[in-house]
């Protein structure tokens, strides 16, 4: 088969996670309060620290998560798991000529109390990761999650990772216990700098945030405004000099879009720009030698799905998209997107030339994530 993408953008949600997960994974004075699939009155559900917490299919309810792959006419075998099955997952890549995926977990969603069970469940999912990549590591890219709120554990958990081989990892940002820029950090973009392991982010809310309710258009102004909810961490790690003292750095920011990015690489220009080098009073530690846009082009990369905006300025010189753009499917949730994008791609990428789609949509994400195509 000739695959036309890969994708840095997929999606392992919480209802097609296997029950025994953390059951089968984590220590035994923990597995009462460890999440578990309960069957209530009301369907298949999530528990931990005695409470309901989120649907699950792996039970009765199996059958209704399948419908929305039969609302894109993908039929997926009663009981199955299809993300986390690396049989199922292959054959949804084939579907839509992807070759390999990025794949995002719900952990970092998870509000879970207690910091010693939070650290466990966290250890079990990645262990669990780990060996859903081992099925094929070329094609199914499952990112490990460093647990934020817990540093010291973020430490030694992303060391244990690297010796496990991991090929990236998931930083969330919005459940960090110091901001990025904080020296809390530094580590962390070390660590991942030596092993030459991308670190990974996503947009979102700290862990337990539910959505807002279609009260007064709180939802779509959530969703709205959800792609540049990051521009904060991404211009406050870039401006304390983590990519300058770490060249080697690579990092995805995901399910951005991109068509917002040329006016952010040019508004913290401006910045370095207009507030002027340095005095002997500020911190060394933060001091650039190039202006924040090369950063980016050198070190940082946004994925887009279907941002029609981004694809007419991915033509032009002026605004860096070229060397910083990156597609995701946005699989299983995008209907456009998947299981065909050739027909949201063709639209996006009118007139780009087709070296540099193939650059985008294959090849940037080929050789980021080392991936013997």
Known sequence: MTYKYNSADNHLDPHWLPKDLWQSRVAARLKERAPKVVETNEGTYWWWEGKRQLASADGKSNFEHHERFRGMKVDTPAGSLPPSDPKLIREHLDKAGIYAAILYGPTRKWKIDDPELRQECYRAYNDFIVELNANDPNRILGLPVLPTS??????????????????AVEFPVFDVAAPVQHETWDPIWEMAASAGVPVCSHIGDAAGTPYPPQV???????FSTAPTNIMKPMAQMLFSGAFERNPN???????????????????????????????????????????????????????????????RMIRENWPNLAEIAMWGADYPHNYLTWPNPDGILDQILDGVAPALRREITFERMARLFRLET
């Open 216 to 222: 007064r258009g709180l939802a779509k102004a959530h």
């Open 150 to 167: 817990l540093p010291e554990f973020c430490r030694s958990e992303f060391a244990r990772l690297i010796d496990l081989h991991i090929k």
């Open 249 to 311: 750095l690579q990092y995805v920011y995901s399910e951005c879009n991109i068509g917002w990015v040329p006016y952010f690489i040019e508004w913290m220009d401006r910045q370095e720009r207009v507030r002027g080098p340095l005095r002997e009073t500020d911190d060394a530690a933060s001091k650039l030698s190039m202006p924040p846009s090369e950063y980016f082009k050198r070190q940082i990369r946004v994925t887009f799905e279907d941002d029609p905006v981004g694809g």
